[in-house]
């Protein structure tokens, strides 16, 4: 549990900077809110991992990389269950942002996670330039235009969804985010990591998309069945059950091989293959390992 | 006109950069139609000013500087629209990017910009990682929590507003932000720049509760009176108009007075009093001066 405490810790560090008396309370609340208590950490856990990999050398620079990643995806997720969006009002088991402090705090808490996951970065690589250049441009383009998440959501307000795209972006792109930001921040090359994101990337969609046809909603915090109910594009539906899992079954496989030589190779690969069946139902797990 | 032209153009580029044919299309009309046609460019006007004055030996970083405070001003202009805020169907004469491409497309098209404005930064300021340490750490101060423009917004959001942390926040804020990027930008340390934004920022909500008191909307591009009819803080009906004349001279004169010793100093002091005199009403521009 060395790891979750890590990054429970590093979020917790980095909020608290910035918490301060002269900020408006509720604002504060609300971004604990989004960040506290967490789902399963697996972008951090991953950013994490690689860094771990690749030798860890400046470990406040992993820390920051995996606190950025983290504070992107828990800003999407308050800004995707607007009513605008999906409208839910349940997350990871409890009140969504909007249905707790309202809309316009949703809006602004997730503005100012967006701002802190870049302030992060900056704070703690400053020492490493060529570690922050590379930290920053991995954010920007694992979030923004014209490919990461927030791209990826914007597909679902157009009139042709270009599905490919969509799927990596929406997913995708946060994961090769966070794997690339794992290198950068011990001081590699980061562009060999970029195939073991989106590989993984693909294949946490694809469980979660088994998880979503099989399901109980108390095992995960929000509605089942909503893909089908908004009308998304879903492996399930495309290729049934075990298709969706024997192209899990391949997904894992490529991932694992495109993992570039490091100092960590191989524990990172069992690693990755424990956490990967931890996101599959129970009945499933099995069959995919 | 080189400076307006000088700004049209960076924004220009850098949104260009990010244009792609594999982005959703309507998101990135609406980040553009976010930024262009701009309003009065105040703030990048500021942040080229103050990097004229300091000598301005990176015209580049000086751009993405511009660029980076312009699209964070954006961002929040799109966002404070929302249905959930002011509701405004108008902005800058147009319909607001709401009313044009819908809540989703606005909350997104916000949430890229501001992605945009960091990356704008380390994109062109990677060769100078002092200035881009120092940049980075301006724009989410002026930006974030505890007191950046998010933070000011979020204060409409308390059941007890601290009235001065909300208009410091609100407004004062990203000029403080502006002037300090413009030394970054050039190099000169900026924490001495951070009065005249202050004041500037101060003087600008002045004229604007001015003009909010007396203009006709043709003139604005928004509804009139918003002030009053939303119940915020306003300097107009605390002094009455005269008096918030002569307060908006004080804080003119404050702002002068603060202008740290650089080469360009005279001339920016010159340019700064004939672009503050811009943003009142007619009626009132003499009695400013």
């Known amino acids: 549990m060395k790891v979750q405490e890590r990054i429970e810790t590093a979020l917790d560090q980095f909020l608290a900077r910035g918490e301060s008396s002269v900020a408006p309370p509720r604002l504060q609340e609300a971004i604990r809110y989004s960040v506290f208590p967490g789902g399963a950490r697996v972008r951090p856990q991953l950013v994490l991992a690689v860094a771990a990999a690749c030798g860890d050398d400046a470990p406040e620079v992993s820390d920051a990389a995996a606190v950025a990643i983290e504070m992107m995806h828990c800003a999407s997720l308050v800004h ?76 679902e307000c157009e009139d042709h969804i270009d599905l490919a795209q969509y799927q990596r972006a929406k997913t995708g792109a946060l994961f090769a985010a966070a794997t690339m ?15 073991l994101g989106d590989k993984l990337g693909e294949a946490f969609q694809v469980a979660d998309d088994l998880r979503d046809a ?38 894992l496989a490529e991932a694992m091989a495109s993992v570039p030589a490091c100092p960590g190779e191989e524990a990172l690969r069992e690693l990755l293959m424990k956490q990967a069946a931890q996101f599959l139902p129970r009945e499933l797990a099995q069959e995919a390992a």
Do not use: M
């Not at 990871?92 to 705090?105: D, I, M, N, T, Y």
């Not at 302030?119 to 490493?128: G, K, M, R, T």
């Not at 909603?217 to 049934?240: H, I, S, T, Y």
């Open 80 to 155: 995707d269950d607007l009513p605008c969006f999906d409208g839910s009002e349940l997350r990871r088991g409890k009140p969504s942002v909007h249905a707790a402090f309202g809309e316009r705090l949703a809006v602004l808490g997730g503005d100012a996670l967006i701002v802190s996951a870049f302030d992060a970065l900056n704070q703690e690589a400053s020492a490493h330039p060529t570690r922050l250049v590379a930290l920053l441009n991995i954010l920007a383009q694992g979030v923004g235009v014209p490919s990461g998440i927030i791209a990826g959501q914007a597909w």
């Open 214 to 251: 099989v399901s109980n909603p108390e095992d995960l915090g929000k509605p089942v069945g909503q893909d089908e109910a908004l009308g998304r594009p879903n492996v399930v539906a495309a290729r049934g059950i075990k298709g969706a899992v024997s192209y899990l079954k391949e997904l």
């Open 181 to 195: 930001a794992g290198a950068a921040a011990a001081g590699v090359a980061h562009e060999p990591w970029r195939e």
